[in-house]
């Protein structure tokens, strides 16, 4: 079996015996759970952010933010402009 590289920081750390803490792991793993709720909902349809809001559960504001989060990343695009105003956004496929 041959072993896996180990980066710098994972060698500092095992050294220093330094740990994240577990605020830091329970965000972590939140911020990856709303991702993956908000990924799933415009994976194939484009929605506005009320029908996002609506279909996880989760606040418009917040959902708004990781939306913008995406856009600036790329991963997102938006699709047209509802007649109320809104905008509708789906996520990309990767090329």
């Given amino acids: ?26 965000h972590l793993k939140e911020q990856k759970r709303v991702e993956g709720l908000i990924r799933k909902a415009i994976l194939k349809d484009p929605k506005t952010v009320p029908e996002i809001a609506e279909e996880t559960g989760l606040d418009e504001t917040l959902v708004f933010w990781y939306l913008m989060t995406f856009f600036r990343h790329g991963l997102i695009e938006e699709t047209g402009k509802t007649d109320e105003g809104y905008f509708k956004y789906v996520w990309k496929e990767r090329r």
């Fill in 1 to 26: 079996m041959s072993k896996r590289k180990k980066f710098t920081v994972h060698i500092l750390r095992d050294k220093l015996g330094l740990k994240p803490s577990q605020e830091l792991l329970d």
